[in-house]
């Protein structure tokens, strides 16, 4: 932030805050529908961010990302089914003090206990993202090339079940990224002749495909149906309970913090890891699991704290660590806005918007968090056809205005259909994706490294950064090879004693 009037500025001359408001609303309502994760909750906004302002249309994104990671508490509390990955250690306390009747308090202490998250989070992506965004300035080509491998070989040995399958997806989505026209000769590849190629795949349109359409193609072969109550009310903790959930919404901020740092740890890690930690620091342990007041304040905390904290990689050095903060950026490449120290001297408006979008969309979450459950209760309790058809039709309206082109429609199904089967087989999608939208930067900088040093590929080991970057990818990778092999072995040990 530059100075007191740019905030003035963007708070009277810009819609700023109608925009934070109406993205906290819709992460909200999306987070609060089972399956419908905070990422797809933004892919499914993405494609109407395409005639905006960059700076309003990247607010937008991350307020959509904060209103989703609380959203996703609502049914985890309420039915049981967490509307988040993240969520999923909400529901262990949360649903068990629904069952008590005392689901308004928990719902209150989840909300309250975000907003503790989410402005800490906030606090320190104003403070460590830009210092650490000048470390790029040391950055060569063969640097970012290091980088792009390093993000691909994290997310690809955490993204699933096998190493391999992890891998295999990542360089499907390298594939896809080769298609167009070659950006250092010209000349086009892959295009099959088809005009609408040339220009390549966005990524906005695999996001669509294969977080939203796989979801809907998945949640089509469901027949459950949980019927919510539709009297509840939030009740706001006082004074007290938020002075006895201080130790947990301590351990939740500092665990959240680690977690956003972590290229491949995400909220759903650093809210199991709080929890657990919350109940070893606990002088109530015994009531973790039977409707603890801290087992939602710690967990709640962590993965707000998470959808602010993993902005600063991505802001500094382009590297998503989850699929929500993927696809904001995608977001910015959709705008040309390449995250780095660059970003901070050309886009200032882009970064002033962010944190003030932000912090009006944690402050606006109190209000609207109370207002709109019963519009959340009663969307969830809509028949899932008419729901599963209105978001259908979101998704295909929103491709269709980016380029008017029915070809994105066609390509985004069949996208749609490679994810579903790629769930079929668990094959993780967020490595395939990672590698559409880092692919660029891998293969240029792969090409512009090999064109400095006359195609000497000792260029990659001489530069110290790109050194150290590629040894940490390898560290991953034998780290991930060492788990699965310690996991195989001790299923055929149990298998053994059986």
């Known amino acids: 932030m530059t100075t007191f009037w740019d905030i003035v500025h963007l708070l009277t001359?810009?819609?700023?805050?109608?925009?934070?408001?109406?993205?906290?609303?819709?992460?909200?309502?999306?987070?609060?529908?089972?399956?419908?994760?905070?990422?797809?909750?933004?892919?499914?906004?993405?494609?109407f961010t395409y005639t905006m302002d960059p700076a309003m249309a990247i607010a937008l994104l991350a307020c959509v990302y904060i209103g989703a990671e609380y959203g996703g508490s609502i049914p985890a509390i309420l039915i049981r089914t967490p509307g988040t990955n993240s969520s999923a250690a909400t529901v262990i306390d949360g649903y068990e003090m629904n069952r008590q009747g005392r689901a308004g308090e928990a719902l209150g202490i989840s909300l309250m206990s975000g907003v503790v998250g989410s402005l800490f989070g906030l606090v320190m992506l104003a403070l460590l993202t830009e210092p650490l965004s000048w470390l790029a300035?040391?950055?060569?080509?063969?640097?970012?090339?290091?980088?792009?491998?390093?993000?691909?070989?994290?997310?690809?040995?955490?993204?699933?079940?096998?190493?391999?399958?992890?891998?295999?997806?990542?360089?499907?989505?390298?594939?896809?990224?080769?298609?167009?026209?070659?950006?250092?000769?010209?000349?086009?590849?892959?295009?099959?002749?088809?005009p609408d190629l040339l220009g390549g795949v966005e990524p906005v349109v695999v996001m669509v495909g294969l977080f939203a359409l796989t979801e809907l193609m998945s949640q089509s072969g469901s027949t459950s149906v949980t019927q919510l109550g539709n009297s509840i009310r939030i009740r706001l903790p006082g004074?007290?309970?938020?002075?006895?959930?201080?130790?947990?919404?301590?351990?939740?901020?500092?665990?959240?913090?680690?977690?956003?740092?972590?290229?491949?740890g995400g909220g759903s890690v650093a809210a199991f890891m709080s929890y657990n930690e919350a109940r070893r620091w606990s002088k109530t342990p015994e009531k973790f699991g039977k409707g603890s007041e801290e087992g939602i304040a710690?967990?709640?905390?962590?993965?707000?704290?998470?959808?602010?904290?993993?902005?600063?990689?991505?802001?500094?050095?382009g590297i998503p660590s989850s699929n929500s903060t993927a696809v904001l950026l995608g977001g910015l490449l959709m705008h040309?806005?390449?995250?780095?120290?660059?970003?901070?001297?050309?886009?200032?408006?882009?970064?002033?918007?962010?944190?003030?979008?932000?912090?009006?969309?944690?402050?606006?979450?109190?209000g609207i968090g109370v207002i709109i459950l019963p519009a959340c209760v009663w969307l969830v309790n809509r028949p899932r056809p008419y729901r599963s058809g209105f978001?259908?039709?979101?998704?295909?309206?929103?491709?269709?205005?980016l380029n008017n082109s029915s070809f994105d429609l066609g390509l985004a199904l069949a996208l749609g259909l490679v994810g579903y089967f790629m769930r079929i087989a668990r094959f993780p999608v967020l490595p395939m994706i990672l590698g559409v939208v880092l692919g660029h930067m891998v293969e240029s900088s792969y090409?512009?490294?090999?064109?400095?040093?006359?195609?000497?590929?000792?260029?990659?080991?001489?530069?110290?950064?790109?050194?150290?970057?590629?040894?940490?990818?390898?560290?991953?990778?034998?780290?991930?090879?060492?788990?699965?092999?310690?996991?195989?072995?001790?299923?055929?040990?149990?298998?053994?004693?059986?």
């Open 447 to 498: 090409r512009r490294s090999l064109v400095l040093s006359g195609g000497d590929f000792h260029i990659f080991v001489e530069d110290p950064i790109a050194f150290g970057l590629l040894g940490a990818a390898l560290f991953f990778i034998a780290f991930s090879l060492a788990r699965e092999y310690r996991d195989a072995r001790r299923t055929k040990l149990q298998e053994a004693h059986q």
């Open 137 to 194: 300035l040391a950055f060569k080509p063969t640097s970012y090339f290091a980088l792009g491998i390093l993000g691909l070989s994290v997310i690809a040995s955490m993204g699933g079940d096998s190493l391999l399958k992890g891998l295999a997806a990542a360089v499907i989505g390298l594939m896809i990224a080769t298609v167009g026209t070659d950006p250092i000769s010209g000349v086009t590849r892959f295009t099959f002749d088809v």
């Open 336 to 366: 040309g806005l390449l995250p780095g120290p660059r970003l901070f001297e050309q886009n200032p408006q882009v970064i002033d918007s962010l944190y003030v979008g932000s912090l009006i969309a944690i402050i606006a979450q109190i």
């Open 391 to 401: 978001i259908f039709a979101l998704i295909l309206s929103g491709l269709y205005t």
């Open 13 to 47: 001359g810009t819609p700023l805050i109608p925009i934070a408001i109406l993205g906290l609303t819709w992460g909200i309502l999306g987070g609060a529908l089972p399956g419908i994760s905070a990422s797809i909750t933004m892919a499914l906004v993405l494609p």
């Open 298 to 317: 710690a967990p709640e905390t962590a993965n707000n704290t998470v959808a602010s904290t993993a902005l600063i990689p991505l802001l500094s050095f």
């Open 239 to 264: 004074w007290e309970m938020m002075r006895r959930l201080r130790r947990s919404q301590i351990i939740g901020c500092i665990l959240g913090l680690f977690e956003g740092l972590t290229p491949g």
